[in-house]
């Protein structure tokens, strides 16, 4: 579930990034590249989990989907955090410094 949640997370934030100009000014892009790092990390835990438990790791049991669940949308939370202070600190549209 990790995988999946933030697979279709960097999906949709590289559909965003590429179509729209205002979210690359608005540096999308280093969202994407948490996300696509994230999901890079499930991948590869997924690949060694199955190395070791085998075919018993396409049938997790309903609390291991839930709590994969819940890390899942956790990172993507937390991500979408660290990108907002990153907007916060950059201020890619000068917001703040007008504010002053």
Do not use: Q
């Not at 995988?3 to 934030?13: D, E, N, Y």
């Not at 890390?71 to 990108?83: K, P």
């Not at 950059?90 to 917001?95: E, F, L, N, Q, T």
């Amino acid at each position: 579930m990790t995988l999946l949640i933030t697979l279709a997370a960097a999906v949709v934030s590289t559909l965003v990034w590429y179509t729209n100009s205002r979210a690359r000014e608005l540096k999308c892009g280093v969202l994407c590249y948490m996300f696509w790092g994230a999901s890079l990390m499930w991948m590869v835990d997924a690949v060694v989990e199955y190395l070791e438990a085998g075919a018993e790791y396409f049938r997790p049991s309903a609390a291991d989907m839930i709590n994969d669940a819940f890390l899942g949308f956790s990172v993507t939370v937390f991500a979408l955090v660290i990108w907002v202070v990153y907007l916060l600190i950059s201020d890619p549209g000068k917001v703040l410094r007008r504010i002053k």
